[in-house]
Nanobody
Framework: VHLVESGGGLVQPGGSLRLSCATS????????MRWYRQAPGKEREWVAR????????DYADSVKGRFTISRDNAKNTVYLHMSSLKPEDTAVYYC?????????????WGQGTQVTVSS
């Protein structure tokens, strides 16, 4: 199983970035996909999720209206489009694949990509 995030970098406040998470080794279309982030000195926090078919999305209040999660099941890839970025969005961003099979949770994580919002 592999999840590889990309697209992070340095961006000015108010700017935009699109993160990608390319996956392999599992049935991507059967998994809920989530994005998390972890800022220095803080706990990892959930950012957004999208259901397996892409029909439903949810967002943390801190990013609602600014971030958009999407997925392409043909490419086994999930995206996070981030706009109106703020310094407090600075963190390592991780994608996570989650599934519940017979009440047993399965989750896979990527290695993360750094996003820095600074002037």
């Amino acid at each position: 199983v592999h999840l590889v995030e990309s697209g992070g970098g340095l961006v000015q406040p108010g700017g935009s970035l699109r993160l990608s998470c390319a996956t392999s080794g599992f049935t991507f279309s059967s998994y809920v996909m989530r994005w998390y982030r972890q800022a220095p000195g803080k706990e990892r926090e959930w950012v957004a999720r999208i259901t397996s078919a892409g029909g439903s999305t949810d967002y943390a209040d801190s990013v609602k209206g600014r971030f958009t999660i999407s997925r392409d099941n043909a490419k086994n890839t999930v995206y996070l489009h981030m706009s109106s970025l703020k310094p407090e969005d600075t963190a390592v961003y991780y994608c996570c694949a989650f599934s519940l099979v017979a009440d047993v949770p399965y989750d896979y994580w990527g290695q993360g990509t750094q996003v820095t919002v600074s002037s």
